[in-house]
């Protein structure tokens, strides 16, 4: 069982900054991939980022160059780093936890959630 908490969220100005973090507890969650993706009003939820228990990334287009997604191991926490905020990136940004060390796009692949942080870009 991982149960994850994310925290960091708020509101923000456009070209801001803000950093995400999802505590996991849970003694398998070092052996998964850990990813965040997001969800605005009236929208599906997406994908933003992704990392591979081996430290492999990836990212939306839409996020390249302005989100870091990492992960401190020893403090069983994910981060997501996110510059030069833009209003379209308002939405509840969720952590998930995939179900084993490869990242997937397709939040069907995540096996556990967090509840959500809330993100707010003001123009």
């Known amino acids: 069982q991982v149960q994850l908490v994310e925290s960091g969220g708020g509101l923000v100005q456009a070209g801001g900054s803000l950093r995400l973090s999802c505590a996991a507890s849970g003694r398998t969650f070092s052996r998964r991939a850990a990813g965040w993706f997001r969800q605005a009003p009236g929208k599906e939820r997406e994908f933003v980022a992704a990392m591979g228990s081996g430290g492999s990334t990836n990212y939306a287009d839409s996020v390249k160059g302005r989100f870091t997604i990492s992960r401190d191991n020893a403090k069983n926490t994910v981060y997501l780093q996110m510059n030069n905020l833009k209003p379209e990136g308002t939405a509840v940004y969720y952590c998930?936890?995939?179900?084993?060390?490869?990242?997937?796009?397709?939040?069907?692949?995540?096996?556990?959630w967090g509840q959500g942080a809330q993100v707010a870009v003001s123009s």
């Open positions: 998930a936890a995939s179900k084993d060390n490869s990242y997937y796009y397709s939040i069907c692949e995540y096996d556990y």
